[in-house]
């Protein structure tokens, strides 16, 4: 997972950092409420860990703004030396989903930081997965629209299953290029525009059937539900914003 951090010791934040990338997840530390939510609103996350007393803010501010300002339910971890009742209530009913005390237990947070990411994202451990007329099989990578299956590349079917995966987030071409295309730095982001376009009609997402890809100027694009029309249309969820 790609994990931000909120820190202001560097040395606790170095830390953090490792036991999570020995964990196989890429985390990025920031060390004020500022700089770690021009990240976070700019950039794609899974998972946010946070610690409360910071130099610019409070954790519960910035935690705050967080909820307000992005379209999704990003998971959020508190990580901090206040420990009382009243602190771990408040910080819950603003919108923390767990709550650790420092110093960070190397294996809990690990357990706790992969709990999140499960229930978070239940759909990763099915085989077959629908979303209205669109079934996707992560066995025989195949993808079928109305029963019927689509002819794809297989990075056409990586990049339409991280999209699924992550319908109503904004996902930059950075993120897309590391997750789908595997870090490969001497791709340029237009090699994800192009891949957009193609999927755009190959996968016939329209109001028909459900879904659209939106572009986000200079940062991205969101896969988006949509509310169906026509009476062939099977989708029914309501458009995301």
């Not at 999927?199 to 939106?214: A, M, Q, S, T, V």
Request: aromatic share 6%; proline share 3%; glycine share 4%.
């Amino acid at each position: 997972m790609r994990i931000a951090l909120l820190e202001d010791e560097t040395e606790q934040a170095q830390h953090i950092q490792s036991i999570l990338s020995e964990r196989g997840h890429h985390c990025d530390s920031f060390p004020s409420g500022q700089s770690f939510l021009s990240a976070v609103l700019h950039r794609s996350y899974d998972l946010l860990v946070m610690d409360w007393q910071i130099p610019d803010m409070t954790g519960i501010e910035v935690l705050e703004h967080v909820r307000a300002q992005l379209n999704w339910q990003i998971p959020v971890v508190f990580l901090t030396q206040r420990d009382s009742e009243a602190d771990i209530v408040r910080a819950l009913d603003a919108g923390a989903d767990d709550y650790l005390s420092k110093p960070a237990r190397e294996a809990e947070l690990v357990a706790r930081i992969n709990a999140l990411a499960r229930r978070t994202n239940p759909d990763n451990e099915k085989e077959v997965l629908v979303y209205g007329p669109f079934e996707i099989n992560t066995q025989t990578r195949t993808i079928s629209l109305h029963g019927e299956v689509l002819t794809l590349t297989d990075k056409d079917f990586d990049l339409t299953l991280f999209l699924f995966q992550n319908q109503g987030r904004l996902l930059t071409r950075e993120m897309l290029l590391e997750r789908v295309w595997g870090l490969a730095r001497d791709i340029n982001t237009r090699t994800v525009d192009t891949h957009m376009s193609r999927l755009r009609r190959r996968l016939g997402l329209n109001p028909e059937n459900g879904f659209r890809i939106k572009t986000i100027y200079q940062r991205g694009y969101r896969l988006e539900a949509m509310k169906a029309i026509g009476p062939d249309a099977h989708a029914v969820a309501t458009e995301q914003a």
